[in-house]
């Protein structure tokens, strides 16, 4: 149980880095804002995966990290839509 939270949290990190990377906020949230980011966009890239028919997040490989960066950049971009319509 304790290897496989810690290989979801680095697979975590890695997702949300890469995905703030190219959105450009990598600057802004640290560590567990990745973590976070990478986890929440992992579940987000399974669910529009999933609606296009094909499989979500299937292990630690190259696939799964690009699944999962896509769901955080829609994460992202809709996060942002969303603040600027609150402000």
Avoid: C, E
């Avoid at 496989?4 to 975590?12: N, P």
């Amino acid at each position: 149980m304790r290897t496989s939270l810690l290989i979801y949290l680095i697979f975590g990190a890695i997702v949300g880095w890469l995905a703030s990377v190219i959105v450009g906020s990598n600057n802004s949230q640290g560590l567990i804002g990745d973590v976070i980011l990478g986890i929440i966009g992992s579940m987000a890239g399974g669910w529009i995966m999933d609606y296009f028919g094909k499989p979500g997040v299937t292990g630690f490989n190259l696939y799964s990290i690009l699944v999962g960066v896509i769901g955080a950049i829609v994460f992202v971009i809709i996060g942002r839509a969303l603040l600027k319509l609150v402000s």
